[in-house]
């Protein structure tokens, strides 16, 4: 089981910056990966950026590319996620989570997910 607990959020004025951080506890392994998701009201959960250990592969989803930065630190139990130039649309409750993949393009989610914190940015 992975314990994953999210700090960070906030709320900011359009085109300021705020950095979430996630941290992974509870398995002897640590996760494959650590990757954001977010959801705003009314919408469904989308891929934001991750960062899988192996080769230190990154990855954005377009909307937030150029903007926001994932990293991670040597022990590979924390990823932090430095959001900069915010904007009303990426309001939303931000949530980490653990070993997630690539196929394809597409980020998919692992089963690990924490309970979420959330980024308001007024317009």
């Known amino acids: 089981q992975v314990y994953l607990t999210e700090s960070g959020g906030g709320m900011v004025q359009t085109g300021g910056s705020l950095r979430l951080s996630c941290t992974a506890t509870?398995?002897?392994?640590?996760?494959?990966?650590l990757s954001w998701f977010r959801q705003a009201p009314g919408k469904e959960r989308e891929f934001v950026a991750a960062l899988r250990w192996r080769g230190n592969e990154i990855h954005y989803a377009g909307s937030v590319k150029g903007r926001f930065d994932i990293s991670g630190d040597s022990s590979k139990t924390t990823v932090y996620l430095q959001m900069n130039s915010l904007k009303p649309e990426d309001t939303a409750v931000y949530y980490c989570?653990?070993?997630?993949?690539?196929?394809?393009?597409?980020?998919?989610?692992?089963?690990?997910w924490g309970q979420g914190t959330q980024v308001t940015v007024s317009a």
């Open positions: 509870g398995r002897t392994i640590t996760p494959y990966s």
């Open positions: 989570n653990g070993d997630g993949e690539i196929y394809g393009s597409l980020w998919s989610p692992g089963r690990y």
